[in-house]
Every structure is written in C-alpha cells, then in structure tokens.
C-alpha cells in the first residue's frame, strides 16, 4: 500500500469511460454464461482495489505521456487484464480498457 508520509494510506479515485463499462459488463455476461462469473467477479474486486490503493505497483509501466502526466500501465488479475493510465500529480486512475485471458 502507498503511504504518503505518516498520515493514512492514499486512496486513489478510479474512473472509467461509459464505453468501457459497457464492454465490462458484456464481458461479464459471457464470464456467466460460461460459469466463471464467480471468478470474473473476484478477479475485477482484486483489480479495482489495486488500482484504489496501489496503480504505480501493480502492472507493468508501457509508457509516460509527460504533456498530461499520465504514467500507462498494464496488469492483471486471471482471468481479466486490464489497460489504465495513472495521473503522477493527483490520486486518480483512468481505466483504458479490460480484456479476457484466453
């Protein structure tokens, strides 16, 4: 967990385009149909915590867009991957995009 100084934990705020909620919950839908949705489910709760409480640990960083001080990154959690980009200045994540392991 990321502690800024002695003072509690630092939260960040993860927010995602309606787009990719859209093809979240589609992907759902299909983890259902096929049984797994119990573990697709766990596997999004232990991603959006991460991405809560530690975006600049978990993953791997791609690159850095500097003009906008985001820091890409991408990590997963089986059986979901997932794409986002962490602003270096303010406690926020962007969610670019989920995807399924095959």
Known sequence: MTV?????PRQ???????QTE??????HA???????????????RAIMER???DPFVFGEPLYRLPSLKLMV????IAPIAVAYA???????????????LS
């Open 73 to 76: 990154r991408h990590a997963a």
């Open 30 to 44: 299909k983890a259902a149909q096929t049984g797994t949705s119990h573990r697709f489910m766990a596997a999004f």
């Open 86 to 100: 962490v602003h270096e200045d303010q406690p926020l994540v962007f969610i670019r995009w989920f995807k399924v």
């Open 4 to 8: 800024q100084g002695n003072g509690p």
């Open 12 to 18: 960040y705020r993860v927010v995602m385009s309606k």
């Open 51 to 53: 991405l809560r409480t």
């Open 22 to 27: 859209n093809r979240l919950k589609e992907l």
